[in-house]
């Protein structure tokens, strides 16, 4: 028996044997992926005990902790007490245009938070342009927008769609002839709702809150912006004050955080699906009678709020852009081309590295598939800021020729941003007649023949739509581009935090303009290779 039958032989999950090469690449994936973690982890280890309790143990570290924690509750409780109720008025009610409020709630994803954090706190702040407008009316004071309470707001704004699209998505195929069985036995709407809907939609709001926790907790520039030190923030600040032991402490504390909320979330989750079943569904709306117009009110106010604030801030800067000429901060057009081109090639890297680990996880139930596809989701898990200073230490301490390099750049947005990828791809192939595929092998074709004649065309769409979201969230990732850039890289989001570093925000209009253009455009080609959302 040869080697090669030999390893064959173990790669068995009892519905045949698994196919060596392909095992093997989305082995090398997993593992590519994987690794940079551990870089920072020997790092930390390697710090000296008694340095290490001090440092983890001081005030300092304590106050990062709590923030921490504050802010990914905050934003967690918001987005749900936002995202639910937006997601149950435009799937299920008689809301008077229903469709413009499905897509106008859902438009706060494509603007970077960062964006709405300095918008915030030029319109808010104690000179602010809002406090100049109540100037007149004897208004003297505004509330205060930084610090903690500033953050969650302002993180929610643009987090609770994640809580509001999965909730919706799962609206759409509820079966609601459960409430009518429900309603026969004299319980009323809310009982229902609570009885009946909530439990059925629990996983939904959980994955979308799991996102949204997630986000809070590794966002780098509202913090920053807000003043307000939590792990992202003060990670990269002692990273530019050669810090590194204790960087990579918060680091691994920050980690460990990560892997609560992701066990918290699971033991949340409850294993009940909901239905995809159409046949149970209805087109009858709950009717919200006198309340069908004041109902408005709240997707009208989430989203002008969202998205009108960062607007009237972008058009005074517009209009004031001659103010205070710095020639250093112009904005250039090669940086839209930095940008673009940089995640164009991780829109293809991603798109191609996601394809086998895909149709390995699709269409093999083995434990060494939900291996490799958890794998990916790693990066995803853990923070920019985290994942540029393990790249940082890898690369300076072992391969310097690479450190500061587009090729490592490239690298960590694909590790950071794979998942979205492999899902959309993942759910293409799942949706492939496999008696298609059959007839192709019947007719003489090879495994790789088959999925080139026959699954990927039908599959390819999908492995669009996934690349055009990594393309999206790579053109607004801030803490990876501002470690991993290589010296003169100037991209976009780097014009829009140097402009915003030295309070100069006139300098951060046209790019800011231009990046939510392009995120305008990439969820148009999104939705466009999904065919539209159902039920819009």
């Known amino acids: 028996m040869t080697l090669r039958t030999r390893i064959r032989d173990r790669l068995t999950d009892g519905d045949g044997d698994l196919p060596l090469g392909l095992t093997l690449l989305c082995a090398a994936i997993a593992a590519t992926l994987v690794f940079p973690l551990a870089w920072l982890v020997i790092e930390a280890v390697a710090v000296e005990r008694e340095r290490a309790v001090d440092l983890l143990f001081s005030a300092g570290t304590a106050d990062v902790l709590v923030n921490s924690l504050l802010l990914m509750a905050g934003v967690t409780v918001a987005s749900i007490l936002i995202g639910v109720p937006l997601a149950y008025l435009t799937a299920r009610t008689d809301l008077p245009f229903r469709r413009f409020w499905t897509v106008a709630a859902a438009l706060p994803l494509v603007v970077p938070s960062y964006v709405g954090a300095f918008s915030f706190v030029s319109a808010f ?15 003297e004071r505004v509330p205060e927008i930084s610090g903690l309470w500033g953050s969650i707001l302002v993180i929610t704004l643009y987090t609770y769609p994640y809580v509001y699209l999965t909730t919706r998505a799962a609206l759409l195929s509820f079966d609601t002839t459960l409430l009518e069985a429900a309603r026969t036995l004299n319980h009323g709407r809310l009982a229902a709702f609570r009885r009946v809907t909530l439990p ?101 106010g989430v989203s002008a709020f969202a998205l009108l604030v960062p607007l009237w801030i972008l058009g005074l800067w517009l209009v004031n852009s001659e ?49 490799f596809e958890r794998a990916t989701y790693v990066g995803f898990a853990v923070p920019g800021i985290v994942l540029a200073l393990a790249l940082v230490y890898f690369g300076s301490g072992y391969v310097p020729w690479i450190y500061q390099t587009l090729p490592l750049l490239i690298f960590a947005y694909v590790v950071r941003f794979l998942p979205q990828a492999v899902g959309s791809a993942r759910t293409s192939i799942l949706q492939v007649d496999r008696r298609l595929v ?57 014009q829009i935090w140097r402009a915003q570093s030295t309070a100069l925000y006139q300098y951060a209009v046209v790019p800011t303009l231009i990046l939510l253009l392009i995120s305008g455009l990439s969820m148009v080609v999104i939705l466009t290779q999904e065919g539209g959302e159902e039920g819009l």
């Open 125 to 139: 702040g104690p000179q602010g342009e809002f406090h100049e407008v109540l100037a007149p009316l004897g208004v």
């Open 200 to 300: 059925t939609i629990r996983p939904a709001i959980a994955a979308g809150s799991l996102l949204a926790a997630l986000y809070a907790v590794s966002d780098f520039g509202t913090p920053s912006i807000m003043r307000l030190p939590v792990f992202t923030r003060q990670i990269y600040v002692e990273y530019n004050a050669f810090g590194r032991d204790y960087a990579a402490l918060l680091s691994l504390q920050l980690l460990v955080v990560v892997v609560l909320v992701l066990a918290l979330e699971w033991a949340v989750r409850s294993d009940r699906e909901t239905s995809g079943d159409d046949a149970g569904r209805t087109e009858d709306r709950v009717s919200l009678g006198r309340l069908r117009w004041p109902a408005t009110l709240l997707p009208a």
């Open 323 to 371: 103010a205070g000429r710095r020639p250093s901060l112009a904005f250039e057009p090669i940086q839209v081309l930095n940008s673009v081109s940089v995640s164009a090639a991780a829109a293809v890297v991603a798109a191609l590295a996601a394809i086998p680990v895909a149709y390995f996880a699709a269409n093999h139930d083995s434990p060494l598939a939900v291996v």
């Open 438 to 494: 059959e007839a192709g092998r019947t007719l003489g074709e090879s495994p790789t023949g088959a999925f080139r004649r026959v699954t990927f065309p039908l599959t390819r769409s999908g492995i669009v739509a996934g690349a055009a979201l990594v393309f999206l969230t790579t053109m607004k990732e801030l803490p990876v581009t501002l470690v991993l850039r290589p010296s003169g890289f100037d991209t976009i989001v780097t």
